[in-house]
């Protein structure tokens, strides 16, 4: 069975800080991997995924992830934090089924500070 | 664009009433999604459908039926409300064309219901 770890459930940074936010998964088979970002009383909207090919993936609003098999990582990072960046990060995995059957991590808050 | 659209966005049910969450996409796509997000839990799925008149059990599917009788809607049905159904519900629809690494899932706004 597939599984999504996310530390830290709250993770803190200035204005114009480095952005890390931690995703760790389990699969039995190559996975596909999504960030996807839950603004507040909002749906979910997909940031980034990895499907195949390269591992570093650049998504929207200035944010990159890297697929690192050997440390089974998706990390999701952004060089320089905004105010409006503010909102809670789901890591989820899906295998290559005929859907698209999504399994999320428990979310990290990202609180930005002035 | 509309895109997934889900009514009511906000009910406080009292138990042991039922009603029924309304999704509806103008997108065509082909498969549907209901998750409900609990705190500090992530999302769930609940029940899915991969087109019309065709639907299956997701992860937590005890307390719920759905029906697909479009391609448009894909409502979601409380029968017997009970606290534990106390929640937000977030209906996600996604295209079948491409394979599933090209899915990505558009999510509505959700219904947040409260059950006491």
């Known amino acids: 069975a597939q599984s999504v770890t996310q530390l830290g459930s709250h993770v803190s940074v200035s204005e114009g800080a480095l952005v890390l936010l931690r995703c760790n998964y389990s699969?039995?088979?190559?996975?596909?991997l999504f960030w996807y970002v839950q603004y507040p009383n909002q749906g979910l909207q997909l940031l980034l995924k990895?499907?195949?090919?390269?591992?570093l993936v650049k998504g929207i609003n200035g944010f990159e992830a890297e697929f690192k098999k050997s440390e089974t990582s998706f990390h999701l990072t952004k060089p320089s934090a905004h105010m409006s960046d503010a909102a809670e990060y789901f890591c989820?995995?899906?295998?290559?089924?005929?859907?698209?059957?999504?399994?999320f991590g428990t979310g990290t808050r990202l609180l930005v500070s002035p | 664009n509309a895109g997934v659209t889900q009514t009511p966005k906000f009910r406080i049910l009292k138990i042991g009433q039922s009603m029924t969450l309304q999704c509806t996409q103008d997108?065509?796509?082909?498969?549907m999604y209901w998750y409900r997000q609990d705190p500090g839990m992530g999302l769930k799925l609940i029940y899915y459908?991969?087109?019309?008149?065709?639907?299956d059990k997701g992860e937590v599917p005890n307390g719920y039926n759905v029906s697909r009788s479009t391609t448009e809607d894909f409502p979601l049905r409380l029968e017997l409300a009970a606290p534990s159904q106390t929640s937000v519900y977030f209906c996600?629809?996604?295209?079948?064309?491409?394979?599933?690494?090209?899915?990505?899932?558009?999510f509505g706004d959700g219904t947040r219901l409260s059950i006491l």
């Open positions: 699969s039995s088979v190559p996975p596909y």
């Open positions: 989820a995995v899906s295998e290559n089924t005929g859907f698209q059957k999504l399994v």
């Open positions: 459908s991969v087109g019309a008149g065709i639907t």
């Open positions: 997108m065509n796509h082909n498969y």
């Open positions: 996600a629809s996604s295209t079948g064309v491409g394979g599933p690494a090209n899915q990505p899932q558009h």
């Open positions: 990895y499907t195949t090919g390269a591992t």
